[in-house]
């Protein structure tokens, strides 16, 4: 059979030619990223690549430039599923460019808490939001042959002992909250694959959970794709195999090798049938690609990445900008404009630890190497009005690790091109375990964090070295540099052949490489700016000798370092200039936040507050003008208990490679603020639903807040927030108009449909979009109809309605269905929606005060109904 043939060959047909160990092969994953050929009767692989803010490509050693997107947590901010539609879409042309059909997204889960390594790849705290969120995600890949892979499925909501922790939660949260997303996806666009979650459900493994795979996912949901693990996230052979597990990745298997399979099979732990309805999955899976990308699936090609075209890059200025939410704005500080008197110049101020840095991103699977970045401050200048003049100071450092200086650094073979340098690996000889003289293979890279857990050159030997040199060249700066080495195995670094950094001899475990790593060692270096310094790093894959400090055995196979610096500066000095210039200036811009370093995959924050001396910064120059803003580029909430003291805030998340444009784009109005926060600012971490209960002991997690996760908590409790779910503020103002709130109803014995109309006017003077937003009450329990507890108000709609020109008037219609009115009733296994009255409110945030429209849905006696599946 030839290659193309197998996109209309039969699966029974197809599977009765497959042997028993070609079965088996294709169970699992031969490597890192492709699903396994079997050239002998004509099944391609098909590769896949992690998202959800981009496509890395096959490879974190030899990384090929991509767009990088805004995150998830970004995306939802705009309550837009047309541009989140688009998002998807735009993403699968990424895909096919990098010869992939498959992307590992969206990221589907529930922001339990602000404090996950992994928030900013989730949409929301809310479940209606994120699954209408993915939905459009996964549409938008879909439509144009990609395939989603939606996770992870479920209740993968901390990175603490995140592959043996055990999320505990009843039925009705696991329902109305943890897969109500999944639920929505799966009716609303069908992703055509699932990926499970590292962590047990209720004391099972997610990735060998048969309720989960099988009894909820394939046959409530009638979900005919397929099921794989996240990476090395299998955990047995037998139980995933007879779980529903379709796919164990990566390559090559842990499990699912032809000893261990065939061991399950002569044993009876699985039967042959299950392993055809598995290898089905699989076969099917392939094939569905191979008839909607025909193009990649037979004919891969070399990985491409596309420059950034005007179009391109005003799409994804437009995205990042529309997920940009200004918090505050006092004295109408916001937008900057130019001065009106003639002849004068309005001097802006622009300080702190993220102006200059390249935060575009969180860590982890997000991580890719962006084809271009715009900082915030290059954003600021680039874009500034007329007679605008820009002065900069740092104010203070807030880096978990020194920033990367791919800026000033050059390769020795090409020393005229920046951002490259040269890595040469090393076998070493059997008998002395010294390096050889020749080195095994080269390569000039463009990143200064070498990550080797999916490369290694062919013909290495078990234990190896690697030198990496560069020329380092300060652009702007004379003074003591500090320098930061961080390694997963054994490193020294040298400047102009002199040691500086040792990060060989004794080393401190950190949680760089997913925890694998060391913590930085540092040392400090006179350099001349202008001037041109050597930089080699000594590097070998092998630990220290010893246990402890000392090191021990890697976890596993990864391998990497990284290269990091600054300038070392005097803390107090720094924030002590940067008063000095606030007070010259008419307008402050504080440029705060995270990084890729503080909200990871591999571990979760330590605290809500901002690292470093951020708010100490923030405070004193407060307090010598009243003109200050502040943006905060974070995955998540962080505290601001300078809320009061700063006239505007803007919370900008990971933006992506516009991140500074689309900054500016809101700082001085060529966009008008539109977006809508995805989960609620909490004023302090004592007051997070999750606070007494997050993290793991012994392996525990007790999801104690049950369905009052986010602002469901807060209403619940009467705690004040810093700024509640879906709030938003714009330059325009919006009134909401219908009394009473237009409402028609349609039933049927197993449905129902409402629809909400109204109108939105724009009363300010400036063109802008705002989000009806409508939340639902489910009638008081009575002896007939025993409701259980249920948060008050809970999301249930909203509209995006754009572009209203001042005094424009424009109707809006919100349709409700069944999902809107239901719980899920225990004592039944099955949704319920009672009879009885319904309030219905609409407003612009999820705060009371914000209800600005309100109604009721009338249930007759007679007219509730029980029902299963979507």
Request: overall charge neutral; aromatic content about 10%.
């Amino acid at each position: 059979m030839s290659s193309t043939d197998f996109a209309t060959a039969s699966i029974p047909e197809l599977l009765s030619k497959l042997t028993k160990e070609e079965k088996i092969h294709l169970l699992a994953a031969p490597d890192w990223w492709h699903t396994q050929p079997i050239a002998r009767l004509g099944i391609p692989s098909a590769k896949m690549s992690d998202g959800p803010n981009g496509v890395r490509g096959e490879s974190f050693f030899l990384l090929s430039p991509a767009q990088c997107l805004p995150c998830s947590t970004s995306l939802a901010s705009t309550f837009d599923t047309e541009l989140i539609n688009a998002t998807g879409a735009f993403l699968a042309e990424e895909a096919k460019l990098k010869s992939a059909t498959i992307l590992l997204a969206p990221t589907c889960n529930i922001q339990r808490s602000p404090l996950g390594g992994r928030s900013f790849e989730s949409f929301s705290e809310d479940p209606f939001l994120s699954g209408t969120c993915a939905a459009a995600y996964v549409n938008g890949l879909q439509s144009n042959g990609v395939a989603a892979t939606i996770k992870h499925f479920v209740a993968n909501d901390q990175e603490h002992e995140r592959m043996g922790s055990s999320s505990n939660l009843s039925e009705r949260a696991l329902r109305e909250i943890y897969l109500y997303p999944f639920m929505i996806a799966q009716r609303d666009a069908k992703p055509w694959a699932y990926m499970t979650a590292y962590n047990r459900l209720n004391g099972v493994h997610c990735s060998e959970n048969p309720r989960l795979l099988t009894d909820i996912l394939r046959r409530e949901w009638g979900f005919d794709g397929l099921v794989m693990s996240d990476w090395f996230g299998t955990y047995s052979v037998a139980e995933n195999i007879n779980a529903g597990l379709s796919l164990e990745m990566p390559g090559p298997p842990r499990w699912r090798t032809s000893l261990l399979v065939n061991h399950s099979l002569t044993s009876q732990k699985v039967s042959l049938s299950t392993i055809d309805t598995r290898v089905s999955e699989v076969l099917r899976f392939v094939q569905k690609l191979s008839k909607v990308s025909p193009e990649i699936i037979f004919n891969p090609q070399k990985e491409l990445s596309r420059e950034a075209s005007p179009s391109i890059r005003s799409f994804t200025r437009k995205l990042a900008s529309s997920g940009i939410i200004l918090l505050r704005n006092e004295n109408g500080v916001l937008p900057i404009k130019s001065p009106k008197s003639p002849g004068t110049k309005l001097k802006i101020a622009v300080m702190g630890p993220n102006a200059k840095a390249r935060n575009i991103s969180g860590g982890g699977s997000a991580n890719l190497k962006p084809s271009y970045v715009v900082t915030p401050y290059q954003g600021i200048v680039d874009n500034k009005p007329e007679n605008v003049e820009i002065k900069y100071t740092v104010g203070c450092y807030a880096q978990k690790y020194l920033p990367s200086l791919q800026e000033e650094m050059a390769s020795p073979s090409n020393p005229s091109k920046s951002g490259f340098w040269h890595c040469a690996f090393f076998n070493h000889d059997p008998k002395t375990n010294t390096p050889l003289s020749t080195p095994l293979a080269e390569y000039v890279l463009n990143d200064n964090r070498i990550l080797l857990n999916d490369f290694l050159p062919e013909g290495i030997t078990d234990e190896w070295s690697m030198v990496v040199k560069g020329i380092f060249t300060p652009v702007d700066y004379t003074g003591v540099f500090e320098f930061g080495l961080t390694v997963a195995g054994r490193g020294k670094l040298f400047v102009n052949d002199q040691l500086v950094v040792d990060n060989w001899t004794k080393q401190r475990q950190g949680d760089f490489f997913d925890g694998r790593g060391t913590l930085e060692e540092t040392g400090l270096f006179n350099v001349t700016a202008g001037k041109s310094f050597n930089i080699r790093i000594e590097y070998i894959n092998t630990p220290p000798p010893g246990t402890g400090e000392s090191g021990g055995p890697q976890a596993s196979p990864t391998f990497g370092l990284r290269l990091g610096g600054a300038p070392k500066i005097d803390a107090d000095e720094a924030i002590k200039e940067a008063v000095q210039l606030a007070s010259q200036s008419d307008v402050v811009v504080i440029i705060t936040g995270l990084s890729h370093e503080w909200e990871s995959e591999g571990y979760d924050r330590p605290t809500l507050d901002l690292p470093g001396r951020q708010n100490e910064l923030i405070e004193a120059v407060a307090g010598v003008n009243k003109n200050v803003v502040v943006v905060v580029q974070a995955g998540s909430a962080t505290t601001m208990p300078w809320n009061t003291e700063v006239s505007s805030i803007l919370q900008a998340w990971y933006s992506g490679n516009e991140s500074g444009n689309a900054i500016s784009d809101i700082l001085y109005g060529h966009t008008n603020p539109s977006g809508k926060l995805p989960l609620t600012f909490p004023k302090r971490l004592k007051d997070v639903p999750s606070y007494l209960n997050y993290g793991s002991e012994q392996g525990q997690v007790y999801y104690r807040e049950d369905l009052f996760v986010g602002y469901k908590w807060y209403q619940a409790r009467e705690i004040e927030c810093l700024y509640p779910f879906g709030f938003g503020l714009s330059y325009t103002t919006f009134s909401y108009s219908s009394s009473p709130l237009n409402i028609t109803q349609k039933s049927s014995p197993s449905n129902l449909t409402v629809t909400l109309s109204f109108t939105l006017t724009n009363t300010g003077s400036i063109t802008g979009s705002e989000t009806p937003q409508v939340y639902i009450s489910l009638p008081k329990s009575s002896p007939s109809h025993p409701i259980p507890t249920t948060p008050e108000w809970q999301l249930r709609g909203f509209s995006k309605i754009k572009d209203l020109k001042p005094g424009e008037k424009r109707n809006v219609e919100i349709v409700l269905d069944k999902y809107a009115f239901s719980f899920w009733d225990v004592t039944i296994g099955a949704w319920r929606v009672y009879p009885g009255k319904y309030k219905v409110v609409v407003g612009s945030s999820s705060a009371s005060v914000d209800f600005v429209l309100g109604g009721e849905v009338v249930i007759k006696e007679g007219d509730g109904f029980v029902w299963e599946g979507l």
